[in-house]
Structures are given as C-alpha cells and as structure tokens.
C-alpha cells in the first residue's frame, strides 16, 4: 500500500515548449518535526535511498474520478541515489521495470531539492524532472529532461529532448550550477502519471521515496 503520508501541495506551473503540459505539481511526504528522518540527505558525498518493491498504487491527486492506470513496474521505484563526479551531479532512480516501455500515458519521473541558497542564505527549492511521453506521437514520443525552480517559479532548463534510459532506471547527469552548485541538500523523488494533456497536476501519484 502507497505511504499514507504523501500529500499534495497546491502549487502548479505548467510547461509550455511541449505540445502536451508537464505538471510540477508541489508533491512530497511529511517532514516529521521529532527528529526523525524522512527525506534523504546529500552531504557532499554519495547518497542512496531506498524504497520496498511492489509498493506503487495508482492514487488519484484531484476531485472526482478518472480511468484508472494499470500499475507497470516502471512505476516502482526500488530506490535512488545521487553523486557528484566533476561539476554534474548523477541523479539516479531505480526501477522494477524497464522506463522505456512506456506505451500508455506521460509518465514523470522526479527529484525535489531543497537546499540553502549561498547568496541568500534562504530556502531554495528546485524540480528536476525526465518526463516520458508515450510513443506513438512522431512529435512528443521519447524523454525529455528540465529543471524548475519552485521559489521564483520559473524554468532554469526548458524541457529539453534526451536519449533513452537504461532499461532499470531513470539516470541522468546534471550540472551543479542548475541548482545552485549546493553542498548539502535534502530530497525526495517521486513517478507520477497524467492521462492527456489538459492543464494541471498530475491525475495519478504511482510511488515515491523515501
């Protein structure tokens, strides 16, 4: 069963280089307030996260009802890890399925950074997202890669097309000046799936970590 404390935030920003919209919806669990850790940490060194297998659930984020999505084990996230080598950090989400098999709906797969900035020593918060658009469309099919920054809401990387993943994971290199070149910051990652390209959030969360 999906976490129970997952919820969904109220701010939405819409993409508008690709034909059909990527929500970025403010989507992320509870931070606890006793001390105990929910998020992951990046600390200036490898950081890995895990999360159960066989734990995605299609779970509506709106009013009213919509065609469910069958649950692929795309949708599963086994856990995450992210590392810096030079000046790109390697964002890494591992899967139970093979993220190139898409054939149904846009699936969005996502990191949540939020860090300190060192210019204005407040909050900074950053979306990097790797959408995937089902094949069939010549003019939308494939990945696509962008960065988002939650506090000024605006694109720091419009979705720009990448190549294809490995068949276990959603990975990606991405330079450290995108989000701020921090040397600590705290995350959490999230699969998400949208039926059509009408405007707004995400209709289904399908599973998170930690």
Request: hydrophobic residues 40%; negative net charge; aromatic residues 12%.
């Amino acid at each position: 069963m999906l976490k129970a404390s997952y919820v969904l935030a109220a701010a939405v920003a819409v993409a508008t280089l690709v034909p059909i919209t990527l929500a970025l919806a403010r989507i992320g669990p509870e931070i606890e307030i006793g001390g105990q850790q929910t998020l992951g940490v990046y600390d200036n060194a490898e950081s890995r996260i895990e999360d159960a297998r066989g734990d995605a659930e299609a779970v509506y984020q709106q009013i009213g009802t919509e065609e469910i999505p069958e649950v692929k084990d795309y949708h599963d996230i086994l856990g995450a890890s992210v590392v810096k080598r030079d000046e790109a950090f390697f964002f890494t989400i591992d899967l139970a399925g093979n993220p190139n098999n898409n054939t149904d709906f846009e699936t969005l797969y996502r990191w949540h950074i939020i860090t300190t900035s060192p210019i204005t020593n407040r909050e900074q918060q950053y979306t990097i997202m790797f959408p995937n658009f089902a094949r069939g469309n010549s003019t939308t099919d494939g990945w696509y890669f962008a960065v988002y920054d939650e506090t000024v809401n605006t694109f720091i990387v419009r979705p720009t097309r990448i190549t294809e993943m490995p068949e276990d994971r959603v990975e990606f290199p991405v330079e450290d000046f995108y989000i701020g070149a921090p040397t600590r910051f705290i995350y959490w990652v999230d699969v998400s799936v949208r039926l059509n390209g009408t405007l707004g959030q995400p209709d289904y969360l399908m599973d998170y970590a930690p």
